[in-house]
């Protein structure tokens, strides 16, 4: 059983910075980061895998936001840089036990409850 806890997040100007933790406990293959905006689809930001190869699966955040693994303490970080008003939205930590996932959401099995992170203009 993987259990997956956020933390962090809050509210912040257009251009500011945030950071998200999750932390993990049980076995992950991949662990990722994804979102859902008022009145969207929940999409993928970034997949961190087993072996440390990582995916963002958005061209909106690449170079902008950073994914990042602490083996030892089995967190998960989303550093959010140049924040924009579009990136507001629940973030959620997911994690997959088995190979391949991805961005695709239906993919994961286990989810965090959710954090929120809110940009204003």
């Known amino acids: 059983q993987v259990q997956l806890v956020e933390s962090g997040g809050g509210s912040v100007q257009a251009g500011g910075s945030l950071r998200i933790s999750c932390a993990a406990s049980g076995y992950t293959y991949s662990l990722g980061w994804f979102r859902q905006g008022p009145g969207k689809e929940r999409e993928g930001v970034a997949v961190?895998?087993?072996?440390?190869?990582?995916?963002y699966c958005s061209d909106s955040v690449k170079g902008r936001f950073t994914i990042s693994r602490d083996i030892g303490k089995n967190t998960l970080d989303l550093q959010m840089n140049s924040l924009k008003p579009e990136d507001t939205a629940m973030y959620y930590c997911a994690a997959r036990t088995r190979p391949l996932g991805y961005c695709a959401s239906g993919l994961y099995e286990y989810w965090g409850q959710g954090i929120q992170v809110t940009v204003s203009s």
């Open positions: 961190w895998y087993s072996g440390g190869g990582t995916t």
